[in-house]
């Protein structure tokens, strides 16, 4: 098998006269790509470009427009950044050359391109990509950011006979925010991500896809009808239950940017629903009674479960941030149930406590989730799916790890715990290709490392050792052939 030609290798890399003849045939939509910071590093630096690049570092909506920029700045280029003025900016990881595709042929012909000339190709649309499978040094960017069609079909009729009210087509770079957005005037609404600028069509849906109505109704993916995609050789097929039956399986879980590439994508929608918002902020004054305030809200979550309960949870330093969603709850009983964990610990300080009431999924989405997702950072991560029955059972078990991991973690890191599991998504009859552990797990809990500019590499490589060692605690929960990971929030050196 041959390696495939990177730009790095004069050999083999297209010349001038061909990538011109190439830009034609795609509408002139060929473009150079630098890292989101290369403007700070130029002789002599762009300041308005680069004034713009720190204000807006953090805004996902903004490096989700930039064809060179990755969310996590550790994937596009870590030599080249925005704050540290004096370091040389290169190209790292950051493609070469990009298609700014808007048409099916625009993607047909860039796919023949790549095959013709045995070029390295990925895909992008908004760089949300904790494994960095969207950039790739010397390859060719696939971009598919401005593929924006959406239309709601009011009765759509599968393949196999069933008929179903109001679901939408959503082409490969609308952005959840825009299609929570766009539903909420038919007042409908989608199964999707809690990040308004992750893309609806692309890695999140095709590596599984959790979010804040997973419980209610199910995975991301679990909504698909139907999928139109380009195959590699450059050919447009239609695929469903019916039709390319494996290639369905496969897009459904398997993970992006391998199979096909996505256009477009029918997704179910339903009727909103009222949410009940919970939201608690808790600081402890040391390590033993944090770890107590654990082990309480740990046995609590079977009960928040029980009621329909999904959301998250945050561990920082000393401090636990409670972010909770309940559709179609009950306020009375929700301010009961939260009641009872505050009277429990008294003693500690609840610097936020709040359960109220909006009368959609959109309004509590714009109020609540929609501006809590800066990127920019340098991350990397680890998760474990943590099945229900240990959850439930075994409680204690699962809070003295999270402490344990908690005593012991570095500067710049985080736990993340996401109730988005069992509920719908326990639905064993699905057959897709997402991990099989989703339909028994209760809890996914990621723990996240970020570190500062100017790291140095031995000290980045300290931190990814770190998210190893977290992780293989979080191991000792489940263990064993019950252990998983959800593959869009995964450790990329962590073996097999």
Known sequence: RRCRCLASNSTCW??????????????????????????????????????????QWSNSKWRSDQVGAMQNHNWENSSCSAFLLNITCTQGAVPRLAVNATTVEHIQTTLQFVSK?????????????????????????????????????R????????????????????QWGEVYAWLSAYNLTAIGGASHTVASAGGYLQGGGHGPLTRWAGLAVDQVLEFDV??????????????????????RGGGPGTYAVVHSV????????????A???????????????????????????????????????????????????????????????????????????????????????????????????????????IPETIVRNEPDKVANVLSKIKRQSKSGSNI??????GGKVSNKSINSSVNPAWRTALLHMVYVQSWPEGTSAADQQVGARTVQTQVALLDTIAGGAQSACYMNEADPNEPN
């Open 279 to 385: 939201i608690y902020a808790v600081a402890a004054p040391n390590d033993t009674r944090y770890a107590r305030f654990i082990q309480d809200f740990t046995r609590f979550i079977p009960t928040l479960a029980d009621s329909g309960w999904a959301g998250y949870f945050s561990m920082v330093d000393l401090t636990i941030i409670i972010s909770f969603f309940w559709p179609n709850g009950n306020l009375t009983v929700a301010r009961e149930q939260f009641n009872k964990l505050m009277q429990k610990n008294m003693d500690l300080k609840f610097t936020v406590n709040t359960t109220f009431t909006l009368p959609s999924f959109y309004a509590f989405y714009t109020a609540v989730l929609a501006s809590s997702n800066p990127t920019g950072f340098n991350v990397l991560l680890g998760s474990r799916l």
């Open 230 to 251: 380009i195959t590699a050789n450059g050919t447009r097929q239609t695929v469903n239950a019916c039709q390319n039956k494996n290639l369905f399986w496969a897009l």
């Open 155 to 174: 009765q759509y009729t599968s393949c196999t006979g069933e008929r179903i009210s109001n679901t939408i087509r959503v082409g490969a770079g609308v």
């Open 117 to 153: 000339y045995n070029l390295r190709l990925v895909m992008k649309t908004t760089g949300h990509d904790y494994l960095g499978r969207s950039t790739a040094a010397g390859s060719l960017l696939l971009w598919l950011h401005y593929m924006k069609n959406m239309t709601l079909v």
């Open 14 to 55: 297209p010349n001038a006269t061909i990538w011109q003849q190439f830009n034609k045939s795609v509408d002139g939509s060929l473009i150079l790509v630098q890292p989101s910071a290369a403007l700070c590093s130029g002789n002599p630096p762009d300041l308005n470009a680069c004034t713009v690049a720190v204000i």
């Open 416 to 421: 993340l715990g996401h109730l988005v599991a």
């Open 266 to 277: 029918v997704l179910r929608t339903y009727p909103s629903p009222t949410m009940i918002g």
